[in-house]
C-alpha cells in the first residue's frame, strides 16, 4: 500500500493485505476479537489509503519475507532438466517392461530406478542452489 497518495482508491488487494494484518494481530493477542471485527469493517468500508491508515498504526509492521536461496529456474535449466527426467523415465519403463517379461521373480529394477530418481533430485537440487551469474562488469565468486 503506498503512502505517496493517500487521497487515491484502493484496491481489493490493498484492502486484504491490511485485513490479514488485522486478522494476525488478532491471533498474536495484540487485539481483542471485538477490536479486530471492528477493525475489519472499517478495512473494508475503506475507499482511500488514508481510511487504512489509522487501522493498522498501533500495529507492528509485518516481518520482512524470508529471501528465498534458491534460484529460478531459466529456461535452459528447465530444459536439460525435463530431457534429464524424460530420459529416466524412458528407462524406468524400459526395466519395468523387461522385468514383466523377464523370468526373474524379485524386482529387481528397484535399484536402478532408485538411482535413476535420485539422479533427477540431484540435479534438480544442483541447479536451484547454483548462483546465478552477476550482471555484466560484476566479479562473482563461486
Same mark, same amino acid.
Given at each position: 500500500?503506498?503512502?505517496?497518495?493517500?487521497? $487515491?482508491?484502493?484496491?481489493?488487494?490493498? !484492502?486484504?493485505? +491490511?485485513?490479514?494484518? #488485522?486478522?494476525? @494481530?488478532? &491471533?498474536?493477542?495484540? /487485539?481483542?476479537?471485538?477490536?479486530?471485527?471492528?477493525?475489519?469493517?472499517?478495512?473494508?468500508?475503506?475507499?482511500?489509503?488514508?481510511?487504512?491508515?489509522?487501522?493498522?498504526?498501533?500495529?507492528?509492521?509485518?516481518?520482512?519475507?524470508?529471501?528465498?536461496?534458491?534460484?529460478? $529456474?531459466?529456461?535452459?535449466?528447465?530444459? !536439460?532438466?525435463? +530431457?534429464?527426467?524424460? #530420459?529416466?523415465? @524412458?528407462? &524406468?519403463?524400459?526395466? /519395468?517392461?523387461?522385468?514383466?517379461?523377464?523370468?526373474?521373480?524379485?524386482?529387481?529394477?528397484?535399484?536402478?530406478?532408485?538411482?535413476?530418481?535420485?539422479?533427477?533430485?540431484?540435479?534438480?537440487?544442483?541447479?536451484?542452489?547454483?548462483?546465478?551469474?552477476?550482471?555484466?562488469?560484476?566479479?562473482?565468486?563461486?
Amino acid at each position: 500500500m503506498s503512502t505517496d497518495h493517500p487521497t $487515491l482508491r484502493i484496491s481489493d488487494a490493498e !484492502r486484504e493485505t +491490511v485485513a490479514v494484518r #488485522i486478522r494476525d @494481530a488478532a &491471533a498474536e493477542g495484540r /487485539l481483542t476479537l471485538e477490536e479486530a471485527d471492528e477493525r475489519q469493517q472499517a478495512v473494508y468500508a475503506a475507499r482511500t489509503a488514508a481510511d487504512l491508515e489509522p487501522l493498522t498504526a498501533d500495529l507492528p509492521a509485518p516481518p520482512a519475507p524470508v529471501p528465498s536461496r534458491r534460484a529460478a $529456474l531459466t529456461p535452459e535449466a528447465r530444459r !536439460r532438466l525435463l +530431457v534429464h527426467a524424460g #530420459i529416466g523415465a @524412458a528407462f &524406468a519403463l524400459l526395466f /519395468l517392461i523387461r522385468w514383466v517379461v523377464g523370468p526373474v521373480p524379485f524386482f529387481w529394477p528397484a535399484g536402478p530406478l532408485f538411482w535413476i530418481a535420485a539422479s533427477v533430485v540431484a540435479h534438480y537440487l544442483w541447479t536451484t542452489r547454483r548462483r546465478q551469474p552477476s550482471a555484466p562488469g560484476t566479479t562473482a565468486s563461486r
